[in-house]
T-cell receptor, first 114, second 114 residues
């Protein structure tokens, strides 16, 4: 059973489209995250939710909107996709927000905007 | 504020020789520290973690790291490199406070020469 699963694994789409990436964790964790990994492998946090409540919202264009229907799910919706949005997006979860606990990561979604 | 600095963007060693990947951290709180590994086109896997117990931490695949508070370092080592160790390695800090970010270093690419 996959602990943190995200779909799709690959996403190729045209500029201007709207797309969503789904994430689910079956670890019973309270906190979920979205990270963006750029072409230089740098990982930057985008959002963090704790028990469905947004607790971290980094400087991310408002075209990106996270949605947490319950604490096991954190989806990422992106409007009006741009070329610069091409990256690998990772979902993660941890038992608490920070708190010295490790995060468990999904396998990533490689988004390519053409 | 917390941050983590990986001192080398790329390390290349010969198979069978020791590996040293350097990491320095800065944290206002007592931190937990982690090393993650990312193999090409794969997700992130936890190698090991320090959570204020023993300062020498052993992880998977023969890796270990030593927490040195006086030097604010958490370097990753392995006595003998294997070809399968070629990957990107990330040092991560997660302070003991609520609503905190899990912060990634910029990564070190480890290459293994035959």
């Amino acid at each position: 059973d996959t602990a943190v699963s995200q779909t799709p694994k690959y996403l190729v789409t045209q500029m201007g489209n709207d797309k969503s990436i789904k994430c689910e964790q079956n670890l019973g964790h309270d906190t979920m995250y979205w990270y963006k990994q750029d072409s230089k492998k740098f990982l930057k946090i985008m959002f963090s939710y704790n028990n469905k409540e947004l607790i971290i919202n980094e400087t991310v264009p408002n075209r990106f909107s996270p949605k947490s229907p319950d604490k096991a799910h954190l989806n990422l919706h992106i409007n009006s996709l741009e070329l610069g949005d091409s990256a690998v997006y990772f979902c993660a979860s941890s038992q608490v927000a920070g708190g010295g606990t490790e995060a468990f990561f999904g396998q990533g979604t490689r988004l390519t905007v053409v | 504020a917390q941050s983590v600095t990986q001192l080398d963007s790329h390390v290349s060693v010969s198979e069978g020789t020791p590996v040293l990947l350097r990491c320095n951290y800065s944290s206002s709180y007592s931190p937990s520290l982690f090393w993650y590994v990312q193999h090409p086109n794969k997700g992130l896997q936890l190698l090991l973690k320090y959570t204020s117990a023993a300062t020498l931490v052993k992880g998977i695949n023969g890796f270990e790291a030593e927490f040195k508070k006086s030097e604010t370092s958490f370097h990753l080592t392995k006595p003998s490199a294997h070809m399968s160790d070629a990957a990107e390695y990330f040092c991560v800090v997660s302070p003991y406070s609520s609503a905190s970010k899990i912060i990634f270093g910029s990564g070190t690419r480890l290459s293994i020469r035959p």
